[in-house]
């Protein structure tokens, strides 16, 4: 027997829940190394218009095809597109998901690990160099590394047992402020350090001799993966968004959200690096080296310093579940009643392939490369730059070529609801301008173009 199809009780609990997945290490561990690596300033403004032109496009289509489907994402496109190959476009986010959940659950697990150093004052006393040691012995101790990893899978696991509603909407509605409001407290004392101004200059002060393909696809791979596009998350939860709301001000009002949090960790971690003496392009450990010197520069830095890997560590989970949930929603869905069962067998799944990127950067598979890459690297590079980007580009052609105007029309005026005078400018954007930039990043990227 089928339930009703659960739906969110306010508007808030929606854009709290899809806040909640877009929100997360994407935002204070990813996007600060990668704009360190790829060039501060130039790169942040590639980046913005990723967001605009590419990212935001396709969250709406996300939502778009998730509301009018009322289902999961593969389901969905074997609803709206039957006897079509659409339906692949799922089973592609199905693969990203799992990668995705290998190697984000390990940072995630780092902030366990964090979160342990913070309640023993391990920080305390030690120079951003002896912070940077612990940093390195930490990750390269790899049962240490894979034992958090497991632990946070496993509560992922847990919390998707419990449902959508529950879950994830309590969780997200009442912790994200608090986790905005440290980081606004971060950033005030990050005005104080010495050099600070040299953070703020590296971060707005674009050199655009900087800009090559590389970092063009980074960035717009960076768009995709803090606004969770691609995979049928957001498709999931536009299957969750109740036909009177309205999708554009949803999409938009979550990148605008997503995109602040992501410069209030910039504002604090970029004058630390330079006050500290690290350098920004260190890489994936950035925000977690040079934020603990924060914390030991400031008074009630212990509590400060506890609370925010607490709450980094939630914003990870809340991310988490919601790609779980992308999966377990579907063969839920498909299967009835069966949803502890599949959440077990899918966290299982998820726990085995995250072996790969979990002993890559110590330990047995230290040394395998492929492309060059370890598996850490290769998932994360594939997962970001390759399949959500390819994921989004496919939900953008599916609501601009495959549906018809008129529906898409229906769902952005929510059936009348609302006016929705940019209709015509959202629907070029869906139809030309986001996919033809996708394809025009990719070709660059291949260095064809
Ligand atoms: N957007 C999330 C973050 O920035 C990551 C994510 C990717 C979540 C894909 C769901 C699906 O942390």
Redesign the pocket.
Known sequence: MSRPRESFSSKLGIIAAATG???????IW?FPYVTGTYGGGAFLVIYFLCILFVGLPALLSAFVIGRRAQKSSISSFRKLAPNTPWFLTGYLGFLGVFL?LAF?SQIAGWTLQYISFAVQNTFNGLSPTGIQNLFNEFIHDDKATLSWQIIFIIVTGLIVLLGVEKGIERFSKILMPILVLILIVLDIKALTLPNFQEGYKFLFHPDFSKIDSTVIINAMGQAF????IG?G?MLIYGSYISKRDNLASTSVQVAIYNTCISILGGLAIFPAVFAFGLSPSSGSGLAFISLPSVFQSMSGGYLFGLLFFILLAIA?LT?TI??LETIVGHFAEKEGGKRIRITIICTLIVIVISILPGLSTAGPLENVKIFDLNFFDLFNFSVSNVIMPVGGFLFLIFTGWYLKKEDVREELTSRGNFKAKYFNFAYILIKYIAPILVIIIFLNGLGIL
């Open positions: 997945s877009a929100v997360g290490l994407g935002n990813r995705v984000y993966f803090t606004l969770s995979l998350t990870a991310s919601s790609m």
